[in-house]
T-cell receptor, first 111, second 115 residues
């Protein structure tokens, strides 16, 4: 069964304390992996798309990387405004156009 | 606006009533998705449209749920005879199309509360 697992479920950081969120997947043939940010009461906001192992994308304090089994979202020197739930989603090969979402990591950054 | 628009943003209804939730996708986006998100939970896939057809309805939880899309634009999700377990945020997303993998853009959601 295809699975997308995010860890940790929740993460508390002090402002400036860098860390990484993990998204591991077991799908047959990855076609793309997305990262989203979701603030309370809002819809998910698109961050990055990664298509192949070795690919990296950066945006401000966030950097997403991809291997054949997992993706990391690295947060460098986070600020309180980075507090949100971070979701990853994968598209697999085989004609399905339905992305499978992980359950997310809830990040809280304390000032 | 340029984003995905959903209405109503909040809906409170009584058990047994029918509700309709509307989604206006980004102009030109041929793919449209409905997801359900219960409090503190992940995104649960409901249905996917490519154009006006729905090749995948596998996520609809029961025959009380139905959805349609007209004119490759607006979509309506209808829940008949609502139950308390239907309480959730219903999220709509659109993307450029299914011929290649592109990111989904989400609306702000419709929060449904069934009393």
């Amino acid at each position: 069964e295809d699975q997308v697992t995010q860890s940790p479920e929740a993460l508390r950081l002090q402002e400036g304390e860098s860390s990484s969120l993990n998204c591991s997947y077991t799908v047959s043939g990855l076609r793309g992996l997305f990262w989203y940010r979701q603030d309370p009461g809002k819809g998910p906001e698109f961050l990055f798309t990664l298509y192949s192992a070795g690919e990296e994308k950066e945006k401000e304090r966030l950097k997403a990387t991809l291997t054949k089994k997992e993706s990391f979202l690295h947060i460098t020197a986070p600020k309180p405004e980075d507090s949100a739930t971070y979701l990853c989603a994968v598209f697999k090969s085989g004609g399905s156009y339905i992305p499978t979402f992980g359950r997310g990591t809830s990040l809280i950054v304390h000032p | 606006g340029a984003g995905v628009s959903q209405s109503p943003s909040n809906k409170v209804t009584e058990k047994g009533k029918d509700v309709e939730l509307r989604c206006d996708p980004i102009s030109g986006h041929t793919a449209l998705y409905w997801y359900r998100q219960r409090l503190g939970q992940g995104l649960e896939f409901l249905i996917y449209f490519q154009g006006n057809s729905a090749p995948d309805k596998s996520g609809l939880p029961s025959d009380r749920f139905s959805a349609e899309r007209t004119g490759e634009s607006v979509s309506t999700l209808t829940i008949q005879r609502t139950q308390q377990e239907d309480s959730a945020v219903y999220l709509c997303a659109s993307s450029l199309g299914a011929s290649y993998i592109r990111e989904l853009f989400f609306g702000e959601g419709s929060r449904l509360t069934v009393l």
